[in-house]
């Protein structure tokens, strides 16, 4: 055997050494979990599913009467006394406040004095009027024209008293008037909302000086920001859940969106699919008219959330999970789950029936609501770190940022771009067909021998 030969067949077996070196490297790799930096945030059942399907479309709002009155303060007048609190319930004609009438009543004293002394001016002016009537008679003809100027001056002022008497009693009407009505009462049944002294309300804002909200038939008042306003529309089905109990709901529809009359909110606003709608956003008001009114309080806060009918899964028995969780690709149904030293696995499942409107799958065994799971992403291998905490996702490590699926698993110089297996130079030629070594195999594709003889194969040459 050559030396050329020997060192051509050392060299082939070293380099299936290191490749199969590589190859067990890189599969104990995957067997240990991949990449230690690899971790995939995991959430339990239970709190998957109580996450209706209306949660990334979830709004605030607050009950409150279908009615509102609003009562104005007479910036000209004092309030004397105010005979209602914040949460008092009143009724139609409750004297809510009055005012102070002392200075009216003075200026009414006042006004009276200065009509009595518009009377009597007028009285005297009549009497200067018959006296001078009396003169003119008997006075000559060149002195008729002076007595005429004088009685028709009188009969001026006369006339412009009588005005001045006139707007003197109507002041005085005023006065009394407001003095008559200085109690302010309540025009209809209800719970006092807010008293303003100042007439402003906390947060700075022209007010009213009093609210008060109607008792009898409640609506819901929501807030949406100007990036959702356009997620809804009147006669949008509605879901409403108290903040306390999430179990316990309302149902109804909006009404009514106000698109006219915006709220700036110049803080961060978070929507409760954990979004942040900016440092500065307008926001709008929506009403939802309810079904029933049964067990809510006026003033009570509440979520709202668009029905896609996922108020029905409560009626449902058994554990039911959205079927995006669950992988079907190899036939056997299963789920990404923590085990029990916090490492993913696939978790294989029975399946039961099937909601098509939630998208949901009964499951009925082999999992349960206390298990851990992950959305199955593209990438998940078994025995990656499993964590509760999001923020330990490093969002950086090789999982979340692989280049090509198709690509996975190809060695540089083994696979081309395709996917199909690299041909090594000095192994294959470009056509795929093997490369025949230099001093080897002749042009035709026998083997060359040092004799010059052809026809010997590779293993007789090794043995």
Do not use: C
Not at 23 to 43: C, H, M, T
Not at 93 to 118: C, N
Not at 312 to 320: C, F, H, M, P, Y
């Amino acid at each position: 055997m050559s030396k050329k030969k020997v060192g051509i067949i050392i060299g082939v077996i070293a380099a299936a050494v290191v490749a199969a070196g590589v190859g067990f490297y890189f599969l104990k790799g995957r067997s240990n979990g991949g990449n230690s930096a690899d971790k995939v945030y995991v959430e339990k059942v239970s709190a998957i599913m109580n996450q209706s399907a209306g949660i990334n479309n979830r709004y605030s709002g607050v009950v409150e009467p279908q009615e509102t009155l609003e009562i104005n303060k007479d910036s000209e007048r004092k309030v004397k006394e105010v005979y209602v609190s914040v949460g008092d319930e009143v009724e139609e004609g409750t004297v809510l406040f009055s005012y102070d009438t002392e200075d009216l009543q003075m200026q009414i004293d006042q006004a009276k004095l200065e009509m009595e002394g518009i009377a009597n001016d007028i009285s005297n002016s009549n009497a200067q009027i018959a006296e001078l009537q009396k003169e003119k008679a008997s006075a000559p003809e060149d002195q008729q024209f002076e007595y005429t100027t004088q009685i028709q001056t009188l009969q001026t002022s006369i006339k412009q008293s009588e005005y001045n008497k006139k707007s003197k009693q109507a002041e005085i009407d005023k006065y009394q008037k407001s003095i008559d009505n200085s109690e302010v009462t309540s025009k209809m049944a209800g719970v006092v909302k807010e008293i303003n002294e100042n007439g402003v309300d906390p947060n700075g804002n022209t007010a009213a000086y009093m609210k008060i909200l109607a008792t009898g038939e409640y609506r819901v008042k929501g807030t949406i920001d100007e990036t959702s306003v356009g997620t809804i529309s009147e006669g949008t089905p509605v879901i409403l859940r108290s903040r306390l109990d999430e179990t316990q709901t309302w149902t109804g529809s909006i009404s009514k969106i106000d698109t006219e009359s915006t709220q700036t909110d110049s803080n961060s606003s978070y929507m409760y699919d954990g979004s942040s709608s900016g440092d500065s956003a307008s926001k709008y008001s929506f009403y939802v008219t309810l079904d029933s009114t049964d067990g809510l309080m006026l003033g009570q806060h509440l979520y709202i959330e668009p029905d896609y009918g996922q108020g029905t899964a409560e009626e449902k028995e058994g554990l039911w999970l959205y079927d995006y969780y669950i992988v079907q690709d190899d036939g056997d149904p299963y789920v990404w789950a923590a085990d029990k030293k916090n490492r993913l696995e696939k978790r294989k499942v029975e399946l039961g029936e099937y909601d098509e409107n939630l998208g949901e799958y009964e499951i009925k065994s082999g999992l349960s609501e206390d298990d851990l799971i992950a959305f199955p992403m593209q990438g998940l291998y078994e025995g990656v770190a499993a964590v509760t905490n999001m923020e330990e996702v490093d969002y950086s490590s090789p999982l979340y940022n692989q280049e090509s699926t198709d690509d996975s698993g190809m060695d540089e110089g083994m696979y081309d771009e395709a996917g199909t297996e690299y041909m090594d130079e000095g192994m294959y030629n470009t056509d795929g067909t093997e490369y025949m070594d230099e001093g080897m195999y002749d042009e035709a594709g026998t083997e060359f021998t040092d004799s010059g003889e052809s026809g010997a194969t590779d293993s007789e040459v090794v043995e």
